[in-house]
């Protein structure tokens, strides 16, 4: 008699074996099409890598002092930005997302709302800036008017999502009382929100102060042009100090931010 | 919720003196702040500027119509580089993510007091620099080019992917480990027949999500130069071609509907 073993195999995680090999097949023509198209200047990136090793022991160690001047300047004003813009961000977006709750809003504010979330939402904030920089000149005003209309789009968006999840009856027995609309949904809507609400704010606290490192750099002010100005110096060493300095603050943002977020729930 | 007696009637008021009080209070430090903080960022802007600038805002778009429409034809190269940077960075910045999310989870790394802080210290800066500045680094370093921007996302990816997998790691059902446990497995059958089932499905889904970042992202790393359609953008912007400006803003948006549809039908063919 033979010896016959059961063997257990795994089940593959595609069932259909032509659409499996066919997968594969896809993937690899993609990689394949990628790898013929990208132009890769290899002796650039040769020449690159002692420039690269020049600025891994530029954060050996890190330059603080010659530029502490302006290293500090640069970290106040991102935060004044961030600040400001998330202030001035929530309250636009307060309306807007009442306006873009389904549940409360007519059709055609509705749409409006909407459309002015889609519109916040699909450029980044660096496009926005180089715009805003254009419109209103150099500095932190144009940095503060770039993240306050991205908030608008990200706050509004899961905000107005929030409002659509309310519990109906919660609502109702406000309006039942014979509430007027204000009355409704400051007593109805907005204590069930409210959780979220703080939330998503010390989120997007958090999400702009990251944003002003970028938006510096197309000229909106903050610690992304110190960065830049480094960059363009070719100090390495000021630029490494620049660079712990946001790593830094973002973890201790990052930090606090997530910390009182468990605190309030 | 105390109840106020008037002479003849009784009111209601939602919260008690002490806690209005303190409302105030907050209000009020609040509004000092903004105002403080305001006051600052006023005292560095020209008003001029931005008291002029809708003016401005309509002659730059006086310039931007009409769009120069035969000008898309040359944007698909850079369109179709901004795509890859976005896939290849995002496998990338995935592949990476497995490891260091295996070491950073509490039930998985092989050694909590040098290994696990290490990880998590590597998905943290890699989470605080925006891909801009690692595309601002890394063109330094590798040249302009597709390549720094696939770099660029990728490193940026790692900590995003990181940090949602390994809290993805640390929620697995410990039961059916123990259970594969039970029959005698090794270690990398345990791997691969106990953890890796069960969080395959976040995996999946995080590397959807992130993709659908990446490509927004790869959009603007060419502004410093790391390739894709953000090089277009920065040379036009550069040149004052804004009838050129503006159908690459419109591709940048096509992209992006593009690929947040293209999410969503994966999401909802997997799920």
């Excluded at chain 1, 020049?54 to 010659?66: G, H, Q, R, S």
């Excluded at chain 2, 992130?210 to 920065?234: F, K, P, Q, S």
């Amino acid at each position: 008699m033979k010896d016959k073993k059961v063997i257990w195999k795994r089940k593959p995680l595609i069932k259909n074996r032509l659409l499996r090999i066919g997968l594969i097949l896809l993937i690899s023509t993609y990689l394949l099409s990628v790898f013929l198209t990208t132009e890769i200047d290899w002796q650039r990136i040769l020449e690159g890598i002692p420039r690269g090793k020049i600025f891994i022991f530029a954060f050996f160690p890190p330059d603080f002092i010659t530029r502490s001047d302006e290293i500090l300047a640069g970290i106040f004003e991102s935060l004044w930005m961030t600040i400001v813009a998330t202030i001035v961000g929530i309250l636009i977006s307060i309306p807007v997302s009442l306006g873009a709750a389904k549940n409360i809003a007519p059709k055609f504010i509705y749409f409006l709302s909407r459309g002015v979330i889609t519109l916040s939402r699909s450029f980044q904030e660096v496009i926005l800036a180089i715009f805003f920089v254009k419109l209103m000149g150099f500095g932190p005003f144009a940095g503060m008017v770039t993240l306050s209309l991205s908030t608008i789009g990200f706050f509004a968006k899961l905000l107005s999502e929030d409002i659509e999840d309310i519990n109906k009856s919660q609502a109702e027995a406000i309006k039942s009382t014979g509430s007027s609309w204000f009355q409704w949904v400051n007593y109805g809507v907005q204590p069930q929100v409210m959780p979220r609400f703080i939330g998503l704010s010390l989120y997007r606290l958090d999400i702009n102060f990251r944003e002003s490192a970028v938006i510096g750099i197309v000229g909106g002010g903050g610690i992304g042009s110190t960065l830049n100005t480094a960059f363009d110096r070719y100090e390495f060493e000021t630029a490494a100090a620049v660079l712990i300095v946001i790593i830094s603050i973002v973890m201790i943002v990052e930090y606090t931010s997530s910390h009182l977020r468990k605190l309030i729930k | 919720m105390p109840i106020i007696k008037q002479k003849d009637y009784k009111t209601w008021k939602k919260f008690d003196r002490k806690r209005d009080l303190q409302n105030w209070l907050c209000w009020f430090l609040g509004t000092l702040i903004f105002s403080f903080c305001f006051g600052l960022i006023s005292s560095k802007t020209i008003w001029f500027y931005v008291f002029d600038s809708h003016n401005e805002a309509l002659d730059l778009l006086g310039r931007m119509f009409p769009p120069e429409t035969n000008y898309f034809f040359t944007l698909i190269k850079p369109i179709w580089d901004t795509l890859n940077i976005a896939t290849i960075g995002t496998s990338i910045g995935t592949l990476i993510a497995i490891p260091l999310a295996f070491l950073s989870a509490n039930n998985t790394t092989p050694s909590k007091k040098f290994l696990r802080p290490l990880a998590l210290f590597c998905i943290v800066s890699s989470r605080s620099i925006n891909s801009v500045i690692w595309a601002l680094l890394l063109v330094a370093v590798v040249g302009p080019g597709v390549l720094a921007g696939i770099i660029a996302i990728g490193l940026r990816s790692i900590g995003f992917c990181g940090k949602l997998l390994y809290e993805a790691i640390e929620e697995i059902d410990e039961n059916q480990i123990e259970a594969i446990e039970a029959t005698g497995a090794n270690k990398a059958q345990i791997m691969t027949f106990g953890i890796v089932p069960q969080i395959l499905p976040a995996f999946t889904s995080i590397s959807i999500y992130r993709w659908d970042i990446n490509i927004r992202e790869a959009t603007v790393v060419g502004l410093v130069g790391a390739g894709g359609i953000g090089i277009e953008l920065d040379a036009q912007i550069g040149d004052l071609a804004w009838a050129k400006v503006s159908v690459i803003l419109f591709a940048i948006v096509v992209a992006v509907v593009f690929s947040e549809w293209i999410t969503a039908k994966i999401r909802k063919a997997i799920i």
